[in-house]
């Protein structure tokens, strides 16, 4: 089964005014495709991987053939980091965490604000092209990857991860990172991010 794009689970313009309606056409059907396209064609050059999810394949990137991995790695890591993005988002989303993963963030990082400010801080800092990701390592972390990397590479299942490339906001923020930034918190599905820490935890 070749992989695929997932439909988005809203309308293309229910997340505005924070994300506008031709960059979620344009990120979903034209860059998310892309990495599938690419991801798919690599596959159709070792039989072998066509059986594993993207998760498995990212998890066990370096088992991956040489002559495909930086492709895998690359395109596999697009197709995966984007389904997660589509899916942790929703319409009138954000406000408060809540559930457990609510009570950890207070836990580990004092309260919503103080991480937001660590979240969206590291993730301004990232250098070009990468994202910035909560993880579960015995508590929760900040970190940022560089390109498509996730962190099921570094062995950490991503509960939540904002995208930080220009094609993520351009159109609407263009060189204000930060204010795209402070402005997708109001697109969190707080739902899926705590099906998500509980399978973090697993
Ligand atoms: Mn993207």
Redesign the pocket.
């Known amino acids: 089964m070749a992989h695929e794009v997932p439909p988005l689970p809203y309308d293309y313009k229910a997340l505005e005014p924070h994300i506008d309606e031709q960059t979620m056409h344009l ?1 979903h059907d034209k ?1 998310h495709q892309a990495y599938v396209n690419n991801l798919n064609g690599a596959i159709e050059k070792h039989s072998e991987l066509a059986a594993k999810s993207v998760d498995d394949l990212l998890r066990n990137i370096n088992s991956v053939p040489e002559d495909v991995r930086t492709v895998v790695r690359n395109n596999g890591g697009g197709h995966s980091n ?1 389904s997660m993005f589509w899916a942790i988002m929703k319409p009138n989303g954000g406000g408060e965490p809540t559930g457990a993963i609510g009570e950890q963030i207070k836990k580990d990082f004092g309260s919503f604000e103080d991480f937001k400010k660590q979240f969206n801080e590291a993730a301004a800092k990232q250098f070009g092209s990468g994202w910035g990701w909560l993880i579960w390592d015995g508590k929760l972390k900040v970190i940022t990857t560089a390109n498509q990397d996730s962190p099921l590479m570094q062995g950490h299942f991503p509960i939540l991860g904002n ?1 930080v ?1 220009e ?2 906001y351009y159109l609407k923020y263009q060189n204000r990172r930060p204010e795209y930034l402070a402005a997708w918190w109001n697109t969190v599905n707080w739902d899926e991010v705590n099906k998500r820490f509980a399978q973090a935890k697993k």
């Open positions: 990120h860059h984007h995208d490339w094609h993520a």
